[in-house]
């Protein structure tokens, strides 16, 4: 490999070209500052989707496979995942993890960001609901959100810009069992455009969202942000893998080393470093970048790095009806969210709780899958061709998304013999789910059986534990006020590189029980906008 001393020269360099990179680049172009964005994937071929092939469950392909390992793109790096309870799944391309997501738009609850005063478990974060809410605002109207304001568990505020999806026939099913129970629901929000919004065209309704959107209805980060990043001077490489985050001797971040795809390395110089490479590739980022003055890896003092992971066990809880509920379509996303067990309740043996997604449930193929019915819910046998017509637009299911409490043995460390292409040491996983969590999951996994029979299911099938649900990684370059307990500052920068911030969701401190990309994003812009507002007394180096 050569070194080729590149002639990038930004005030700022961002590692990743996710939800949180594309907020933050857009922004700082806007600001006038000269970015320069790496990401090792590459932009999206959305030829590859095929939602509007009558094949499309049998063809979506590697392209759009979950897991890195199962999916083996160039831009990918491998995980072992070989001592975690849950397969860790990210998708490394423009736009990042959205392009793949189910785009159920949750904001936290207030309660999230203050557990330990609430529950006296873990930690409260350095700062509140209503003070994020405003970026809540703003990144949902930059993001073509669709919802309903109003929503009772929730602060007053405004809503999404745009309607909610359809609930359809399930969805109304189970609003009219909710009331009757006197249980909460709302129409769910999501990252999904009704109608046409910005480089955004309106759904159809194919129930193909978690593999890439046929038809530009889903809000990622690569349709709704990257383009007018561009557009601003935003530089972005894609092809980027970054090994080594460079400090010089002031102890302030210089910049970034990475490799092409020809296996080169380049140096790209910046004032200002951010990583926005998630809760898996930041951490090993920074594990990777150790020196002499960070010899237990960058911005580690406080021995947290990778540590305090976060993975959000995540549960099914699917019914049979006798009636035809068209629940091969839909969003999926989500029909209706319902937050009734959100919050803690001492009675229940456990503290905090799980949020529910009401989603279709996929064609033909996807019912003889594992997921979402579960392994051990086979139609394999004699019995098949009835098992199938059983499922097929004849059933709905919860989604349940569980709060995950940080432990530090739950954590990302490199590999000590698994490598990506060009050699550099893979993340290994180490996860357990914790006892607060199965407990929150077998309790709430009850309820929604409850839920789904009273809306007239005739028969439901549980799914407690999925491994393959790993999409949410958080926690592990936790913020804090505190250097010795935490990563971060409340403004993301680093305590030990004070050059050198973090806007993904390893900042996070607890991980809520909602799905993370709407608070990931807005922590992102709130970051930058303090990174805006400080940079005359911003540290660079010389």
């Known amino acids: ?21 594309a907020v933050a680049a857009l922004r700082l172009a806007e600001a006038g500052f000269e970015v320069v964005v790496l990401e090792q994937g590459d932009w999206p071929d959305y030829e590859f989707a095929r939602a509007a092939s009558p094949d499309f469950e049998i063809n979506t392909g590697s392209t759009w496979a979950w897991d890195p390992n199962v999916r083996g793109l160039a831009g990918d790096y491998p995980i072992n995942g070989a001592d975690s309870a849950i397969d860790v799944l990210n998708y490394n391309a423009v736009g990042g993890g959205s392009v793949v997501y189910a785009a159920q738009w949750q904001r936290n609850l207030p309660s ?7 529950d006296g478990v873990a930690d409260d974060w350095p700062l509140g609901y209503r003070e994020l809410q405003p970026y809540y605002e703003r990144v949902e109207r930059a993001f ?60 159809q309704q194919r129930a193909a969202c978690l593999w890439a959107c046929a038809d530009g209805a889903k809000a990622s980060a690569d349709r709704t942000h990257w383009p007018l990043a561009v557009d601003r001077g935003v530089r972005l490489i894609t092809g980027a893998r970054v090994h080594r985050i460079e400090v010089g001797d002031s102890g302030l971040a210089e910049g970034a080393l990475w490799f092409d795809r020809d296996g080169h390395e380049h140096r790209t110089r910046a004032a200002v470093t951010i990583l926005a490479a998630n809760g898996i590739g930041t951490p090993r980022l920074l594990l990777l970048s150790a020196t002499k003055g960070h010899p237990d890896g960058l911005a580690n003092s406080s021995g947290l790095v990778g540590k305090r992971l976060m993975l ?10 006798s009636e035809d509920l068209q629940s091969s379509r839909g969003a999926w996303g989500q029909h209706l969210h319902s937050l009734q067990f959100y919050e803690t309740d001492t009675d229940r043996g456990f503290v905090r709780g799980a949020k529910w997604g009401l989603q279709p449930t996929g064609g033909p193929v996807n ?11 086979t139609v394999w046998g004699t019995d098949f061709h009835q098992g199938v017509q059983s ?45 607060n969590s199965r407990r929150i999951m077998d309790f709430h996994l009850d309820r929604a059986r409850e839920s789904l029979v009273a809306s007239g299911a ?5 799914a407690p534990q999925i491994r393959e649900t790993g999409w949410h990684q958080l926690g592990t370059a936790m913020m804090g006020t505190d250097p010795d307990k935490s990563v971060v500052d409340p403004s993301g920068r680093t305590h030990d590189v004070a050059n050198l911030y973090v806007f993904d969701g390893s900042n996070w401190p607890t991980s809520s ?8 994003m807005a922590m992102a812009l709130r970051c930058t906008e303090q990174l805006i507002t400080a940079r005359r007394g911003q540290e660079v180096p010389a």
């Open 367 to 377: 019912a003889t899958r594992a997921w979402p019915w579960g392994e051990h819910n």
């Open 312 to 321: 959000h066990p995540f549960g099914v809880v699917t019914g049979l009806f």
């Open 112 to 118: 999230d960001f203050c557990v330990r005063t609430l």
């Open 144 to 203: 073509g959100v669709s919802g309903l304001a109003g929503d009772p568990a929730f602060p007053e505020g405004d809503g999404p810009p745009m309607p909610p999806v359809p609930l359809g026939l399930a969805g109304a099913r189970v609003a009219r069992a909710h009331n009757e129970l006197g249980w909460h629901w709302w129409p769910g929000p999501n990252a999904i455009a009704t109608r046409a919004y910005g480089a955004l065209g309106p759904c």
């Open 391 to 435: 499922r097929l637009n004849h059933s709905a299911m919860w989604g349940i998304v569980a709060e995950d409490l940080p432990e530090e043995a739950n954590r990302v460390t490199l590999d000590t013999e698994l490598t990506d292409s060009h050699g550099i040491p893979a993340p290994k996983i180490t996860y357990r789910i914790g006892e």
């Open 1 to 21: 490999m050569t070194l080729t001393v590149s002639s990038d020269q930004a005030d700022v360099c961002i590692v990743g070209a996710g939800p949180a990179g």
């Open 513 to 520: 029980g909602m799905n993370p990309t709407a608070t990931i």
């Open 458 to 462: 005739y028969h439901t099938f549980v």
